[in-house]
């Protein structure tokens, strides 16, 4: 019997047995024919983005099965526990390690996550797993990817503030591609000058 875990802007997650389901349910306020085509073509980019992955030795859930169209994705379960919750008991930094070396290996395959922050981030055992695929694309933009490495910065920063520093020094010593890295300082002084613009 399913059971409803989780509910997002965008989908229902319910719990079925060693599988994870995901309803992506309409939006009253698209046009009808829209809204049905825009959760066909995300429930099926995230099927392929999850299949390429995998390919590329990435730590996600498999897919089980995709039915574009009734907008259903069904994944494995990931037990464990949230980045999120075990940084804030453990504040094992030394996890972002493997997280970058996994986040460098999504951007070679020609994925940004769209949504990186700890809590689509699974610890199960000592393996990392990223899940919630359901904001990527495929993307070859050093831009695309630096906004994905600024998400994750901000969220350290926000929800892991006494230990954020110590976790982006790891984190950027163990992602290798440079001009992504370089990249990012534009993207964050972009950001700064937005600030402090008068309003």
Known sequence: MKQKIAQGAEAILYKDKNKVI???????????EIDIKLRKERTKTEARILQKLLRSKVNVPKVIKANPEKAILEIELIPGVKVRDYLDDKKDVHLFKQIAEQTQLIHDAGVVHG?????????KGNTVYFIDF?????????EDKAVDLHLL???LRSKHFDIWEACWRIFESHYKNKAVLDRLKKVE??????EKAPI
Do not use: A
């Not at 949504?115 to 610890?123: F, P, R, V, Y």
């Not at 359901?134 to 050093?142: V, W």
């Not at 002084?189 to 937005?194: A, E, N, P, V």
């Open 189 to 194: 002084s972009r950001g700064r000058y937005k």
């Open 115 to 123: 949504d990186l922050t700890t809590s689509n981030m699974i610890l």
């Open 134 to 142: 359901g904001l990527s694309e495929h993307s070859d933009r050093i």
């Open 153 to 155: 910065k901000e969220c």
């Open 22 to 32: 995901k309803d992506r349910i309409s939006k009253s306020y698209r046009i009808p």
